[in-house]
């Protein structure tokens, strides 16, 4: 049988793949045969962090998630610090704040520009001695045996083992949320340095967040019903601030629109780790989640982080049969994908019902959770860090 050129081939270079590359070049003998496919690798730059709407997603980063990245160097120079969760109900009693003190972190989470954690991710990378491939088309298209990837200058990729983490949607449970995002960029009259907003209403979650320009900006992301969410997309920016006002309140003054829209349907997919004995799949290959609390990235952070550590003695034996490792990293990983997945699935739905009898339940949750430290607690752990193993 053919020596495989590379140990471990990733499909998909955006932030967990990248992380996942960065993380077995530190635990691997030789960098060099760790292989990572994606879009953008073969430039100087993914895209000009800087230029207007090259990419409108702002995220949520937690404190694992930076702890994570900041050793590998690759923490972008530009974020803004959360030390306050604000939650609350729209038109009911109720809300509860978190704060990092009571957590005993500098910071519960950090908001970084998708396209300047790219960028870091990228200048890291080239250090690492990680070989990196620039991909034959957008879906990494397959080469000739399915044990392959092909790359743009038509260099076929074997590998001894496989990761997705492209961000194809992986098959098993899909869940329609009947809610769109509208994403977009708000100033404040009165901001209020290191506060995050995560506001329910009977159409779906608003979460503002610091936006790491300063300058009183936030970053919102505001769920909507489809029909809602567009129009709320084309309104005036007159209008779409008032609309704005009224759902979220006056806690931050007057809010202004001080950037472009952008409209994103939502959904849950959840597949399985283990797509064959061989070939895994993390980060959105192999869960979307609502954006409610901002978990998705972090999950698949906590997914690659997982499988250097199921993997670290492999890795210097690579011609031994990784199957048992790749079954107990997948069982691992279960208990923290469930309970995160069930999380962001659980609030948005619930707090949207429209019954009156279930959202004074909510407000009696919130108020309950503020009242109570061991009610809250467990739940802003799970936020700040996930469920490690």
Known sequence: METPEFDIVISGAGPVGSALALLLARA???PRRIALLGRGLSSGALSDPHAADVDPR???MNHGSRALLEPLGAWPARSASITTVHVSQRGRLGRTLITHEELGVPRLGSVVAYPDLQQSLLEALRQSGVSMFEAATQDDKLGARPTQWLAADGHALAGRLRVRSDGSPPGGLRRS????????????QRPKPGWAYERFTNQGPLAMLPHPAGQGRYSLVWCNAP????QLGQMDETRFAQALQQAFGDRLGELG???????FPLALNAGPLLIDARTLAI??????LHPVAGQGLNLGLRDAAQLVQSLGGWLHRPAQDPAALLQAFARKRRPDRWVTSAVTDFLPRVFATRIPLVEHA?????MAMDASRVLRTPLARHLLEGLRT
């Open 177 to 188: 949320y009947d809610q769109h995002a509208v994403l977009a960029t708000i100033h404040a």
């Open 227 to 230: 029909e809602r969410a567009q």
């Open 362 to 366: 909510c407000g009696l949750s919130l």
């Open 58 to 60: 702002m995220l949520a």
């Open 257 to 263: 629109l001080a950037g472009s829209r952008h409209v």
């Open 28 to 30: 691997a003998p030789d």
């Open 283 to 288: 980060g959105n290959a192999a869960q979307t």
